[in-house]
C-alpha cells in the first residue's frame, strides 16, 4: 500500500483503463477469429435476419387471415419466385444483346482509339489495339492458371448456393416462430439481467430491421434513377447495371459510385467520351439524392450514426473482411451503438421503495425530492405540544 501511494493517480487511472481496453481488445480479436472461421454459418444467419427483416411484415400481415405457417410458405415463395425471375430476365437480356453489344464494343473501341489520338491526350495510334492484343496474349499464356481458378471458383459457388439454402432455412424458423425463440433464450439467462436483455435485443432488432428496409429502399431508388438516365442515354445493357446498381447500393458510400464506373465503361465503349462523362456526372448527382434525401428521409429514424462513422465502418470492415465486411460492417456498428444508447439511457431500476421502508422500520427521517429532510411523524413538534397539554389538564385534574 506504500508503493502505490507513490503512484499518482492519474497514472493509476491509466494504467486501469490500459489493462481494460487490452482484455477488450484481445477479446475482440479472438471473436472474429472465431467468425473468420465460422464463416460460412454466420453469414447464412446475416443473410436469414435479412430475409427476416424484409419478409416479416408481410407475413403479419398475411397472418391476420390464414395459419402463420401458410403465410411463411407464401411469403418465402413469392421472394424466391422474383428474385429467380429477375435473375433470368437479367440472363436473358445480355444474351439478347450480346451479339449487337459486341459489334457497339468493336466500334467503340475503335472511336476510344481515334479520340486518345487527339488532343489533349495525343497517343500514339493503335493504343486501344495494342492492349487487346496484350490482354489476349496474357489470356493464352496463362490459360491453365486462369482454369484452375476458375475451377475454385466453382467450388465457392457451390459454398454460396450451400449458404443460400441455410439461410433460406433459419429465415422460414425465424419468421414462424422468432419470438418464441427469443423468450426461450432470455429463460437461459439470470433472472435479474433479463430485463435489460430483453430491451437490448429489441432495440438491436428495430435497429437491424430498420438499417436492411431502408437500404434495400435507397437501393431500388437509386437503382430505377439510374435506369431512367441510362435508358435516355441509351446505353446498352441497362438491366445488367440496375441490377448491379441495386446490389452496390447495399454497400454505403462506395458501392453505387463503383457501379456507376461500371456504366461510364459500357457507355464510354457503345455511345463514345461524351455519354461516359455525362454517366460519370450521374455519381455526383446520385451521391447528392442519397446523402441529402434518401439517407435523411428512409433511415433517420433508425440509424443514428455519423456520416463518419459510416465512413470508418466501410473501410474497416473491407480491410477485414473484404467485400463481405464492407457490407455488414454498417449494420453491425448501428446494432452495437443502439444497444448502447438503450442500455445507458434505460439503466437498471433503483430499489427506492426498499430504501425507504428500511429507513421507516428504523424510525430515521425520510429525504424529499428536494434534498430537505421530512419529519417522522412522532416526532412533529404540534404532536409533543399536545401530548405536554393532556399532561396538563391530567395533573390539573
Not at 72 to 86: F, I, N, P, Q, R
Not at 159 to 175: D, P, Q, R, Y
Not at 330 to 359: C, K, M, N, Q, Y
Request: aromatic residues 6%; charged residues 15%.
Amino acid at each position: 500500500m506504500a508503493s502505490e501511494d507513490h503512484v499518482p493517480i492519474g497514472l493509476r487511472t491509466a494504467a486501469g483503463y490500459t489493462w481494460r481496453l487490452v482484455l477488450l481488445g484481445v477479446a475482440a480479436y479472438l471473436a472474429v477469429a472465431v467468425l473468420a472461421q465460422l464463416q460460412l454459418p454466420v453469414v447464412a444467419v446475416f443473410l436469414a435476419l435479412v430475409i427476416t427483416s424484409v419478409l416479416r411484415p408481410l407475413v403479419d400481415l398475411l397472418a391476420r387471415t390464414m395459419p402463420r405457417s401458410l403465410a411463411v410458405l407464401l411469403a418465402v415463395v413469392c421472394a424466391l419466385v422474383t428474385v429467380v425471375g429477375v435473375l433470368t430476365l437479367v440472363g436473358t437480356t445480355v444474351v439478347g444483346e450480346w451479339g449487337r453489344l459486341g459489334t457497339e464494343l468493336r466500334g467503340g473501341l475503335g472511336r476510344i482509339d481515334h479520340w486518345l489520338t487527339g488532343a489533349p491526350f495525343h497517343l500514339r495510334a493503335g493504343t486501344v489495339t495494342d492492349l487487346r492484343a496484350k490482354l489476349g496474349e496474357f489470356l493464352t499464356a496463362h490459360r491453365s492458371a486462369l482454369l484452375s481458378t476458375a475451377l475454385s471458383g466453382v467450388s465457392r459457388v457451390v459454398e454460396l448456393l450451400t449458404g443460400l439454402a441455410l439461410a433460406v432455412f433459419c429465415s422460414v424458423f425465424f419468421l414462424h416462430s422468432g419470438d418464441r425463440m427469443w423468450c426461450w433464450a432470455q429463460r437461459q439467462l439470470p433472472a435479474r439481467s433479463r430485463p435489460a436483455w430483453d430491451r437490448a435485443g429489441r432495440a438491436a432488432w428495430r435497429t437491424f430491421a430498420g438499417y436492411t428496409r431502408g437500404v434495400l429502399i435507397v437501393a431500388a431508388t437509386n437503382a430505377v434513377l439510374v435506369g431512367i438516365a441510362l435508358a435516355v442515354l441509351r446505353v446498352p445493357l441497362v438491366l445488367p447495371l440496375i441490377v448491379l446498381e441495386f446490389v452496390a447500393a447495399l454497400v454505403p458510400l462506395i458501392g453505387s459510385p463503383i457501379a456507376l464506373a461500371v456504366a461510364a465503361l459500357v457507355a464510354l465503349a457503345a455511345r463514345g467520351p461524351v455519354v461516359a462523362l455525362l454517366v460519370l456526372g450521374l455519381i455526383v448527382v446520385i451521391g447528392q439524392i442519397e446523402g441529402h434525401l434518401l439517407h435523411p428521409l428512409v433511415m433517420g429514424w433508425s440509424v443514428r450514426i455519423h456520416p463518419v462513422a459510416v465512413a470508418l465502418s466501410v473501410i474497416g470492415g473491407a480491410v477485414l473482411a473484404g467485400v463481405l465486411g464492407a457490407v455488414v460492417a454498417v449494420p453491425v456498428v448501428s446494432v452495437a451503438w443502439a444497444v448502447i444508447s438503450e442500455l445507458r439511457d434505460h439503466g437498471p431500476p433503483t430499489r427506492s421503495g426498499s430504501r425507504t421502508g428500511s429507513a421507516a422500520a428504523r424510525g430515521q427521517p425520510h429525504r424529499r425530492q428536494d434534498g430537505r429532510r421530512r419529519p417522522h411523524r412522532a416526532t412533529d413538534g404540534r404532536d409533543d405540544r399536545d401530548a405536554r397539554d393532556d399532561r396538563d389538564d391530567r395533573d390539573a385534574r
